[in-house]
């Protein structure tokens, strides 16, 4: 029981690790990512046209717009993500190797988790990324008054909790089983003490089968957190209408707007992320024996 404590601690460190160096790698191409997703029709052309005008207009800094979010709840985010990961093998199976239809099984309990915090960081970093420059963007402080104040917590401060799940748990179960998978290739022949370069690689992967597992649930998601008033009508419900409505404005395309930076930030953001947290736990396995 001990072990299994000090084990949780030991992830929840490096989760945090690995969760700082994913957003600080990824944030630009995940702005890029979210006004893809939700900018008016007609405003940009692409991606490419989406960082031109956002260099042009707002500058450099604003690919960083919204990442005071992430970045103040990352910690939070990925020490639960991880956590709950490791608890979600050991309840699995007892044994250490598990197959890599567990692995998936255990990424997708861990995604179910994770939404509990994802949500509400996630609504808050789409609602800085939606403002263009204007000048009544508000700060994030005024963002988290504002959906307090006028929606409470519910509608409000956890608007997208549904959608946020529904994102997670396939996405989740995509990432960690490439990953292992990845990961376990790389182990056959270069041995259990990887390279930091097959770390990246493995991480990439993970990263690429996310997005791949869940886009179209989170163009949804971005949509639904950053309209004016709260969704009604019942998780599924509210959902469906949201899918159908892309698809009547974009066509099923519409469901992938946003995918080529997701996949392109998936990269960095993955590999820097698992590389983080591997090497952390590894440290923190060596320090405390567990």
Not at 173 to 199: C, I, M, Q, T
Not at 206 to 218: F, K, M, N, R
Request: glycine share 10%; hydrophobic share 45%; proline share 5%.
């Amino acid at each position: 029981m001990k072990q299994n404590s000090q084990a949780t601690i030991n992830e929840l460190l490096a989760g945090s690790v690995g969760g700082a160096a994913q957003v600080l790698v990824g944030q630009p191409l995940d702005t890029i990512k979210t006004r893809a997703q939700v900018a008016p029709k007609g405003m940009f052309t692409g991606p490419m046209d989406i960082l031109k005008q956002t260099l042009r207009n707002e500058g450099f800094f604003a690919l960083y717009k919204g990442m005071a979010s992430p970045l103040l709840g990352i910690a939070g985010v990925n020490s639960l993500l991880f956590a709950s990961y490791g608890i979600s093998k050991r309840i699995i199976s007892p044994f250490p190797q598990l197959s890599i239809k567990e692995i998936a099984l255990a990424g997708a309990m861990a995604g179910a988790a994770n939404a509990i915090l994802a949500s509400p960081v996630e609504m808050f970093k789409v609602r800085m990324q939606g403002q263009y420059g204007a000048a009544t963007d508000k700060r994030l402080s005024a963002v988290v008054n504002e959906m307090w104040r006028d929606w409470g917590f519910r509608k409000g401060v956890m608007r997208g909790y549904w959608v946020t799940v529904a994102r997670e748990i396939p996405a989740y179960a995509g990432f960690y089983a490439a990953f292992e998978f990845s990961k376990r290739n790389f182990s056959s022949r270069y041995g259990s003490d990887l390279p930091v370069w097959a770390l990246l690689a493995s991480g990439s992967t993970g990263g690429i089968a996310y997005w791949l597992s869940c886009y179209p649930t989170d163009v949804v998601k971005s949509r639904i957190q950053l309209r004016s008033t709260p969704p009604t009508g019942t998780p599924v419900q509210y959902i469906a209408h949201e899918l159908r409505t892309i698809v009547q404005e974009s066509g099923v395309a519409g469901l992938f707007r946003g995918l080529s930076p997701s996949l392109l930030r998936s990269i960095p953001a993955a590999a820097s992320t698992f590389a983080a947290f591997e090497l952390t736990r590894e440290y923190l396995e060596k320090v405390t024996g567990v």
